[in-house]
């Protein structure tokens, strides 16, 4: 099974401070994906990457970078967080052809 | 621009009862439409793809071209049916190959 791990279930950070949300897969997967997930919102996308190194802006990317530096990781970054980033954070790993596994969610508080 | 809808937030139905999730996309070019469910406490996770024409859990969906619809359908729901769906749809391969994602509905299955 792939698995996607999210290095942390639950985080509360102070307004202005800068956040790193860490995934890691382990299945060697071209594409990672971030999202947030927000009750009638449903799921929109942050940011994409389909190779070290690179990444693509998503719907919403205001307010958030993206790092790839390894294959296997894919790190969402909010420069100075603020109350409205506060939600759910899904990140995603996909390989051509097949769909999405995606990890167990970050749920992100901002105080 | 691809779009997906959901016109239903919550969905109530009693056991035994058929289910059906309705899903709406506008892209204009050939998708790929996706079925996506969220158990209490659990990971986004794939429930079917309309190119394997399978049926998981009971459960089947038929891309409709004409009406641009990709409904979830069920016979007869169980107690264990309920969760949150979403509805996604790609673009295609490669560098298309991300998922809008619907709102979601909320399926309760009641006794």
């Known amino acids: 099974d792939v698995k996607v791990t999210q290095s942390s279930r639950y985080l509360v950070k102070r307004t202005g401070e800068k956040v790193f949300l860490e995934c890691v897969q382990d299945m060697d997967h071209e594409n990672m994906f971030w999202y947030r997930q927000d009750p009638g919102l449903g799921l929109r996308l942050i940011y994409f990457s389909y190779d070290v190194k690179m990444k693509e802006k998503g719907d919403i990317p205001e307010g958030y970078s993206v790092s790839r530096e390894k294959k296997e990781r894919f790190s969402l970054i909010l420069e100075s967080a603020s109350t409205n980033q506060t939600s759910m954070y899904l990140c995603a790993s996909s390989s051509a052809g097949y769909g999405y596994t995606f990890g167990s969610g970050t749920r992100l508080t901002v105080v | 621009a691809q779009r997906v809808t959901q016109p239903e937030k919550l969905l109530s139905v009693f056991k035994g009862a058929p289910v059906e999730l309705k899903c709406n996309y506008s892209?204009?070019?050939?998708?790929?439409l996706f079925w996506y469910v969220q158990y209490s406490r659990q990971r986004l996770q794939l429930l079917l793809r309309?190119?394997s024409r399978e049926s998981i859990k009971g459960f089947t969906a038929d891309l409709n071209k004409g009406e641009t619809s990709f409904h979830l359908k069920k016979p007869f729901a169980q107690e264990e049916d309920s969760a949150m769906y979403y509805c996604a749809l790609s673009g295609g391969t490669g560098t298309a190959s991300k998922l809008t994602f619907g709102t979601g509905t909320r399926l309760q299955v009641t006794l």
């Open positions: 892209y204009s070019g050939s998708p790929e």
């Open positions: 309309h190119i």
